[in-house]
């Protein structure tokens, strides 16, 4: 695949490989994350790490079957910065997500599904602008020129950092906003 010799941008050099979604073809959801963590950087798989494990409570708490979902990133090659033994997240910049957006474009477009619900800041504002806030924005649906819906919630790992009065609430609005996107879908 063409995106495994990507090199539109630096982030190919350090990464392990590209990360690309999955899923399947038919899929009526798309979930877009930021970009690989760690673990998804070694598997080249997304969300298997344990962002990934918060998702997939939470698409089941929603009734949203993972197996029929496609998954998938705005960001294909894991950025970090090493401290010791561990690599640490590093948010992509504009022009990684300028590099990256036609992959995801290509995805949408071979999909075409009805929802695109994107996990968090980074992949919100990647496809619907600078302006959207996800805790404004979030559960609300809007029309992409390109036909599908689009809406927003919080990132998987914004539960895992969260302190304990704040995780509950978090992950329950997270599943919210997923239930939102059954909802929709079951009504399409
Ligand atoms: N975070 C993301 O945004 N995507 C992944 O695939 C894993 C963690």
Redesign the pocket.
């Given at each position: 695949m063409q995106a495994g010799a990507c090199t539109a941008c630096e982030l190919y050099r350090h990464a392990t490989q590209t990360?690309f979604g999955e899923g399947p073809i038919t899929a009526s959801v798309v979930l877009l994350?930021?970009?690989?963590?760690d673990?998804?950087d070694r598997a080249g798989r997304?969300?298997?790490?344990p962002?990934?494990a918060v998702l997939d409570r939470a698409l089941a708490d929603a009734q949203l079957d993972r197996r029929a979902i496609y998954?998938s990133?705005v960001v294909k090659h894991f950025k970090f910065v090493r401290s010791g033994k561990v690599r640490l997240h590093q948010k992509p910049n504009a022009a990684e997500l300028r590099a990256c957006r036609p992959w995801w474009e290509a995805e949408l477009a071979a999909i075409q599904p009805h929802v695109v619900c994107c996990?968090?800041a980074?992949?919100a504002q990647a496809v619907l602008g600078s302006r959207v806030r996800v805790t404004r924005d979030r559960g609300r649906f809007v029309p992409l020129p390109f036909g599908p819906m689009a809406t927003v919630t919080i990132?998987?790992?914004a539960v895992l950092r969260a302190d304990d009065r704040h995780r509950t609430v978090l992950y329950d609005g997270l599943v919210a906003d997923l239930s939102a996107v059954a909802a929709h879908v079951s009504d399409t």
């Open positions: 990360v994350g930021e970009q690989p963590g673990h998804e997304p969300f298997v790490g962002a990934g998954v990133n996990l968090g980074t992949a990132h998987p790992s």
